[in-house]
């Protein structure tokens, strides 16, 4: 089965708050999860990554948290811009697995 | 940088005919490509991994005599539907891993819409 899942399917914020998505995994899920962002009609573009040895890795406006006591892990969109409206999705291999697999994904909507 | 290219970005076809789509890696070499199909408002589903000189591995429930996979370069992936039916419409996506630093990443190409008539 899936070895990672999102809370929410969708997320809806005003341009210039600062967006949290979720994503919890199972024991099936590698030491490494990336972050994809999707734009309609287009492919995942690569946003993020963390390994299990760090709790927090930061990059242009976006930070994922990771909490590896919950299996749990966030990317905080800071600012957020009409252009940031898409789909989300965290993604892992699972342990002994050379493929990626996806959670379910979080539509993002920003409102200006 | 490392580009994934993806041929046709949108095809429509009568029933029970072929479609042919391609997957290239620009300026890198893949030894392996991963095909992904998704449904509308849905995650990416991973159907198989293509193998450069070999056969793909097909993910379980996914028929490889209906999605034909074919690695026959290191640059160059196919995914043929065979007999496409309305149910075969799908966003299909191809992805590799680019050599290096961060390799764990899957770079994906834009995907190719099919729409079955």
């Known amino acids: 089965g899936e070895s990672v899942g999102l809370h929410l399917p969708t997320l809806s914020v005003q341009e210039g708050d600062n967006s949290i998505i979720n994503c919890a995994y199972s024991?099936?899920?590698?030491?490494?999860f990336i972050w994809y962002k999707q734009e309609s009609g287009k492919g995942p573009q690569f946003i993020i990554d963390i390994r299990s040895n760090m709790d927090k890795r930061q990059g242009q406006r976006v930070t994922v948290l990771l909490n590896k006591t919950v299996k749990h892990l966030s990317l905080q969109i800071a600012a957020t811009q009409p252009g940031d409206s898409a789909v989300y999705f965290c993604a892992a291999y699972p342990h002994n697995n050379n493929d990626m697999r996806f959670g379910a994904g979080t539509r993002l909507t920003v409102k200006p | 940088g490392a580009v994934v290219s993806q041929h046709p970005s949108r095809v429509i076809c009568k029933s029970g005919t072929s479609v042919k789509i391609e997957c290239r890696s620009l300026?890198?070499?893949?030894?392996?490509m991963f095909w992904y199909r998704q449904f509308p408002k849905k995650s990416l589903m991973l159907m198989a991994t293509s193998n450069e000189g070999s056969k793909a591995t097909y993910e379980q429930g996914v028929e490889k005599d209906k999605f034909l996979i074919n690695h026959a370069s290191l640059t160059l992936s196919t995914l043929t539907v065979t007999s496409a039916h309305p149910e075969d419409s799908s966003f299909y996506i191809c992805s590799a891993r680019v050599p290096g630093p961060g390799a764990n990443v899957l770079t994906f190409g834009a995907g190719s819409r099919l729409t079955v008539l």
């Open positions: 300026d890198f070499q893949a030894t392996t």
């Open positions: 024991n099936s899920a590698s030491d490494y």
